[in-house]
């Protein structure tokens, strides 16, 4: 069974610029989440869906980010225009709709780095 | 805001050393997660902990929940170079199932 994947692993771009990050669950979870952690600081919460319906956006830093998640498949999160804070590593996860021992599986994260 | 302080940050030891890496937090929590990351990889899920002073034991990893379930601890017995990783803990709270508050993790070394 695939894991969750993301695209791209790495990304450089300008202050200014538009990234937009990839996140393919697991086949069936409906829950997908991204979480960010910037140098230095800890892994934080930004949202979390329910097939495609956000749940919970509160930890999103501001209005330049905007996740979806058409169809409930994949999802994309898109910072525009970039600034040089958010540079950092984007995970994402996905769970079962009712997760069996809280598991939340994490990909292996978009590295983003604004310059 | 909730947060989780882990200690220490950084641990370097030889192999066959014993390893208690801390995890404490003025809030309380519904449970708790470990979690180990290696370069490149996201985090893998170790174990959860719900029940307040409950302990887990999975090989040579022990982990501990508070009673209070504000704390918790992990210990490594006889450690491994294969045990070389960021370990985090990671908490739910309020109920939530799905919203993790994460420490900024112990970045463990054994040396052979």
């Known amino acids: 069974e695939a894991g969750v994947t993301q695209f791209p692993s790495h990304s450089v771009i300008e202050k200014g610029q538009t990234v937009t990050l990839r996140c393919d669950p697991i086949s069936g979870h409906d829950n997908l989440y991204w979480y960010r952690r910037v140098m230095g600081k800890e892994i934080k919460f930004l949202l979390h869906f329910v097939k495609e319906s956000k749940q919970d956006e509160s930890g999103m830093p501001n209005n330049r980010f905007l996740a979806e998640r058409t169809g409930g498949t994949y999802s994309t999160l898109k910072v525009q225009p970039a600034e040089l804070e958010d540079s950092g590593v984007y995970f994402c996860a996905s769970s079962p709709r009712f997760p069996s021992g809280n598991t939340i599986y994490f990909g292996e994260g978009s590295w983003l780095t604004v310059v | 805001t909730q947060l989780l302080e882990q200690s220490p940050q950084f641990l370097s030891i030889q192999e066959g050393e014993n390893l208690t890496v801390y995890c404490n937090s003025s809030?309380?929590?519904?449970?708790l997660q470990w979690y180990r990351q290696e370069p490149g990889e996201g985090p893998v899920l170790l174990v959860t902990v719900v029940t307040g002073g409950e302990v887990k034991k999975l090989k040579r990893l022990t982990f501990q929940f508070g009673d209070a379930r504000k704390d918790s601890s992990l210990h490594i017995t006889a450690a491994q170079p294969g045990d070389t990783g960021l370990y985090l803990c990671a908490g739910f709270s309020g109920g939530s199932n799905y919203k993790l508050t994460f420490g900024k993790g112990t970045l463990l070394t054994v040396n052979p």
């Open positions: 809030s309380v929590f519904s449970s």
